[in-house]
C-alpha cells in the first residue's frame, strides 16, 4: 500500500513477485493500497508465504527458482492466456520452497534484464480451488524485471507468451499454486518514454511560500503518455539514474484535481533514489538540474495501473522541485 511518508508518495512499493519469491509474506501486491506515495506498485491478495532465499544471481537467466516433483505435477488447463486457467493437483505433498515449472512455453519474445513484464497470475489453494485472478479481466499487471529482485524467481529469462506455474509453501502449513502469464514484454528504455508533442497540460500558480497550485484543464482528454514542462530551470547538476534526490512535490488526480499527496502540505521535502519511484515520477526527475521546477503528467500504466491502490485507475499530475541530488553509490 501507499501511505504518506517521508520518503514520499510517489515511491515505489513492491509487487507480487518480490513477496512471493522472497518471503511471501503475504501476496498483497501493490504499493500498499490506501493513500498515496509515488512507491511502485502491486496487486494480488493471497496469504502465503514461501521460503525461498535471496537471489544472488546477476543474469535473470540464472534466477528462475527450480523445478520440482510438486510444481511439475500441477496439471494446468488450456493455453488460452486471456483466461484464467483451471488446474489439477498431482503431488498432494507440501513443498519446502518455491518450486517453478513452465506449463507452456512461448514463442514471442525472450525476457531481458530491465524489461517491463506485462502478466496476469492466478492463485489457487491447497485444494486447487481458485482464490484471486487478476490481469486477465481489466488491466495486466506489470512490473519491472531486474537481476537484484527477486521476481526474476518467477520469470527468469522465459519467452512472452508463456504460463508458468509456482508451488510454495504458506504460513498455515499447506501448499498454495500461482499461474503466471507472461502477456507482454517492453524493454525498459522504451518503457513510458517523455512524449515529444505534449498536449495542453495543467496550468500551476505558486503562493508566496512557493507552494504550487494545480488546475486540470477543463475538457481535456488525459494524456496516454508521459508529459512534462520544465516550469523552472535550475543550475545545479543533472539528476542521473538512481541518484538520490530531494524533492518538495505536490501531487493531484487528473479526473478531479483533488490533492493526494504533497510534501509541501506535510511541511518537510521527500529523499529517495530515482530508481524507487513510479516510472512517470522517474522519467520526470532524471536528465533535470538540480533547483529546477518540473510539471509531469503520467496515465496509469506509468504510475500505479494493476495494483490494489486507490490511485490504480487515475491519471496522475505532479509538480516537483529539485532540491539536491547525489549520485548512486558505486
Known sequence: MIRPNKRGAFVRSRRLFPLIALGLAALALTSCSGTSSPSASSSASASS??????????????????????????????????????????????????????????????????????????????????TSDQGHTGAALTEQLTATTGIGQIFGCTTVGSRIVIAAPQQDGSAGYWVFDVLDATPGAQWCTVSDKPGKLPEV???????????????????????????????????GEGDSVTVDYTGVKWSDGTVFDSSWDRGEPATFSTTGVVTGFKRALEGQKVGSTVLVA?????????????????????????????PAAG
Open 298 to 326: 503520467m496515465p496509469p500504466k506509468c504510475g500505479y495501473a494493476g495494483t490494489g491502490n486507490e490511485l490504480a485507475d487515475e491519471t496522475l499530475v505532479f509538480v516537483v522541485k529539485i532540491e539536491s541530488s547525489a
Open 205 to 239: 500558480a505558486f503562493d508566496t511560500a512557493g507552494k504550487p497550485n494545480i488546475t486540470i484543464p477543463a475538457g481535456t482528454t488525459a494524456p496516454s503518455e508521459v508529459e512534462l514542462s520544465v516550469l523552472t530551470e535550475g543550475d545545479g547538476d543533472v539528476v
Open 49 to 130: 508465504s514461501a521460503s525461498a532465499g535471496t537471489v544472488a544471481a546477476t543474469d535473470v537467466c540464472e534466477q528462475p527458482a527450480a523445478e520440482g516433483d510438486i510444481s511439475k505435477s500441477v496439471t494446468v488447463s488450456g493455453d488460452d492466456l486471456t483466461a484464467a486457467p483451471t488446474i489439477a493437483i498431482g503431488d498432494a505433498a507440501v513443498p519446502t520452497a518455491i518450486e517453478r515449472t513452465v506449463a507452456l512455453a512461448g514463442t514471442g519474445d525472450k525476457l531481458a534484464d530491465g524489461d517491463y513484464v506485462s502478466y496476469a497470475v492466478t492463485m489457487f489453494d491447497a485444494t486447487g480451488t481458485q
